[in-house]
């Protein structure tokens, strides 16, 4: 079986650049599951199912005279026509929130971690298009270290200065969110660096379960005293707008919330914004 796929390949490239020109390319797959083979007047694709969790895709375009692997994705296992089970998304990125105040949340020192999905399923719309939902987390860790504290206040968050005669240290506001991201994806034809571009767009849904407070300050005579609190007064449910442009597994991702994150009269304006790298692994 592995003789008659490299066969394909090879013959199959062979034809996309013309009989003076042979395949420059090799690849070997021990007992593959499926091949299949698409020609048109731009070119020819040969695509290979690996195992259960890994397909990949060779290209020739007319005119050229090299294969390239132009893209490879891992799932769980296959479904049924179309759909697939996918683990992807691992998140790291910086947070901040325009419009709440100068100095109350520092960007470069507040951080985002996350995996969009833990598990989702995806459905192909074409070969070039998708659409996905699953299951995922997110940390947000709001910091401030310029003498503001985010202090409890009935349930909620208010924000102080600290009691004066006393050195600051820092205060920081976290936030932990079960993720239910819909995105829609798409790839283009144009490759770069020898691997195909793709956007991904849609809403994230969110279910905040938990939220914490922790402040600290050294007083006059070196003590240092800290403060925290379990109860911030976070909004349950908030929905994110998300944009990802990936090369390969590596990609960049804005993310933003109209909604508020905290509630309460008191509480600080905190609408995060993030940006940052996802590893899609």
């Known amino acids: 079986m592995k003789k008659i796929v490299l066969s394909i390949i090879m013959t199959v ?4 650049m013309g009989a003076a020109n042979t395949a420059d390319t ?3 797959f021990i007992r593959p599951m499926a091949v299949t ?3 048109s007047p731009s070119g020819v694709k040969v695509g290979v199912v690996d195992s259960d969790t890994v397909s990949t895709v060779f290209e020739c375009n007319a005119g050229e005279n090299s294969t390239r692997r132009t893209s490879q994705q891992y799932t769980v296992i296959s479904v049924g026509h179309n759909w ?3 683990v992807s998304g691992l998140t790291l990125g910086f947070v901040t929130t325009p419009g709440c105040g100068e100095g109350a949340v520092e960007g470069g020192k507040s951080l985002e971690l996350g995996i969009l999905n833990a598990l989702g399923i995806r459905r192909e719309l074409s070969s070039k298009a998708g659409i996905s939902l699953g299951i995922g987390f997110d940390w947000r860790n709001y910091r401030s270290t310029k003498g503001l504290l985010y202090v409890p206040d009935g349930g909620s968050i208010r924000v ?3 009691p004066a005669g006393t050195d600051y240290r820092f205060s920081r506001l976290k936030v932990f969110s079960v993720q239910f991201p819909l995105l829609f994806s798409v790839g283009f034809d144009s490759p770069l660096a020898g691997v195909k571009p793709s956007l ?3 809403p994230v849904f969110c279910w905040n379960p938990h939220g914490s407070v922790k ?9 240092v005293s800290t403060f925290t609190s379990n109860s911030i007064g976070q909004r349950k449910f908030t929905i994110d707008l998300y944009a990802k442009a990936s090369l390969g597994v590596v990609g960049l991702y804005l993310r933003y919330s109209p909604y508020k994150t905290l509630t309460g009269a008191t509480a600080p304006d905190f609408r995060p914004l993030s940006a940052g790298m996802t590893l899609l692994f």
Do not use: C, M
């Open 160 to 162: 102080s200065h600290i």
């Open 13 to 16: 490239v062979a034809l996309s």
């Open 37 to 39: 083979i698409a020609e």
């Open 84 to 86: 697939s089970l996918i």
């Open 215 to 223: 402040s600290s300050w050294r007083e006059e005579d070196g003590t």
């Open 26 to 28: 090799t690849a070997t």
């Open 200 to 202: 991904s767009v849609g």
